[in-house]
């Protein structure tokens, strides 16, 4: 029995167009998930293709939308005026309004159930800021497939934070910005790790309250990150961890270089897998109905 194949898709703002090509260069080699495990902007991309196969048709219509993405201003660029109005609690502040219009513009009705999806399992990486804790839509079949993708990408202050409950709910990022854990947690035994974290968008140097967040958040992603590779490792488990990068440092925000970063994240994980894959014999031979890393050698 073939052990079961995460793809975990980090979290990165505009940079997730790069999973887009990153995941067309596994699907080509013959990499096909029995789990899609998405934090943020990673969640968006898992949901997409969750709901209308994993496959390279599936992929084109991804990329349709990263590129309708790209002009429906979805983080607008003046965060530090969208912080003040945060902070002194201004009115006018809809909650994750736009977002939502995009989602459910794009096939992701309010109706839908984590249930209703076939062929994949997909989990959506949220935190609760109440508990402290990591929630993960889609352990439950019941679960709102359209409530988890919000909660998944509310992240202050493009969006507000969601109530539900006793749950106060925003990126998961905060907990889990490169899913790994909560995919050991629902049974992958063997990770494809699709990272976008860019340390080079972060100034050395500059002591500015800016630059200093983003230092901070950074460390605590890297810290997580390894904690998650370190407990996949004691488990047994192999994480090939692909980390994807621009030619040049992209901010969150920035959707302008999705066709490149498109393209980038194919050339990236074209040439992780030829690094990686033993040349025996040619690897499109050797991939044929592979489904997890330890099965391509």
Same mark, same amino acid.
């Given at each position: 029995m073939r052990r079961p194949l995460a793809f975990a898709l980090g979290g990165g703002g505009a940079r997730g167009a790069l999973q887009v090509g990153a995941i067309r260069a596994l699907l080509e080699a013959g990499f096909r998930p029995d789990i899609l495990v998405g934090t943020s902007i990673g969640a968006a991309n898992a949901t997409y293709l969750a709901l209308r196969g994993v496959s390279l048709a599936s992929l084109d219509g991804l990329a349709e939308t990263w590129r309708d993405a790209a002009v429906a201003d979805l983080?607008?660029?003046?965060?530090?005026?969208? =912080?003040?109005?945060?902070?002194?609690?201004? =009115?006018?502040?809809?909650?994750?309004?736009r977002m939502r219009d995009f989602f459910v513009s794009h096939g992701i009705s309010p109706d839908m159930r984590f249930g209703d999806i076939q062929g994949v399992r997909l989990i959506l990486v949220a935190a609760d800021l109440n508990s402290g804790r990591p929630v993960l839509y889609g352990a439950d079949p019941d679960d709102s497939v359209l409530e988890g993708l919000l909660a998944s990408t509310a992240l202050p202050p493009w969006v507000r934070p969601m109530e539900k409950g006793d749950k106060l709910l925003m990126d998961g990022g905060v907990v889990s910005n490169l899913p790994i854990e909560p995919a050991l947690s629902q049974g992958a035994r063997s990770i494809i790790a699709l990272d976008l974290a860019d340390p080079r968008y972060v100034p050395i140097g500059d002591e500015r309250f800016g630059p200093f967040l983003a230092k901070l958040m950074r460390t605590v992603e890297q810290r997580q990150a390894d904690l998650e590779m370190a407990l996949a490792a004691e488990r047994g488990v192999e994480v090939w961890h692909i980390g994807l990068m621009g030619r040049e440092p992209v901010q969150g925000w920035d959707f302008s270089q999705t066709e490149e970063l498109m393209a980038q994240g194919y050339i990236t994980t074209r040439a992780e897998l030829a690094r990686r894959l033993p040349a025996r014999k040619p690897w499109w031979r050797r991939l044929v109905g592979a489904g997890d890393p330890s099965s391509a050698t």
């Amino acid at each position: 029995m073939r052990r079961p194949l995460a793809f975990a898709l980090g979290g990165g703002g505009a940079r997730g167009a790069l999973q887009v090509g990153a995941i067309r260069a596994l699907l080509e080699a013959g990499f096909r998930p029995d789990i899609l495990v998405g934090t943020s902007i990673g969640a968006a991309n898992a949901t997409y293709l969750a709901l209308r196969g994993v496959s390279l048709a599936s992929l084109d219509g991804l990329a349709e939308t990263w590129r309708d993405a790209a002009v429906a201003d979805l983080m607008p660029a003046n965060y530090l005026w969208l =912080t003040l109005r945060v902070l002194f609690n201004r =009115t006018g502040w809809r909650p994750y309004h736009r977002m939502r219009d995009f989602f459910v513009s794009h096939g992701i009705s309010p109706d839908m159930r984590f249930g209703d999806i076939q062929g994949v399992r997909l989990i959506l990486v949220a935190a609760d800021l109440n508990s402290g804790r990591p929630v993960l839509y889609g352990a439950d079949p019941d679960d709102s497939v359209l409530e988890g993708l919000l909660a998944s990408t509310a992240l202050p202050p493009w969006v507000r934070p969601m109530e539900k409950g006793d749950k106060l709910l925003m990126d998961g990022g905060v907990v889990s910005n490169l899913p790994i854990e909560p995919a050991l947690s629902q049974g992958a035994r063997s990770i494809i790790a699709l990272d976008l974290a860019d340390p080079r968008y972060v100034p050395i140097g500059d002591e500015r309250f800016g630059p200093f967040l983003a230092k901070l958040m950074r460390t605590v992603e890297q810290r997580q990150a390894d904690l998650e590779m370190a407990l996949a490792a004691e488990r047994g488990v192999e994480v090939w961890h692909i980390g994807l990068m621009g030619r040049e440092p992209v901010q969150g925000w920035d959707f302008s270089q999705t066709e490149e970063l498109m393209a980038q994240g194919y050339i990236t994980t074209r040439a992780e897998l030829a690094r990686r894959l033993p040349a025996r014999k040619p690897w499109w031979r050797r991939l044929v109905g592979a489904g997890d890393p330890s099965s391509a050698t």
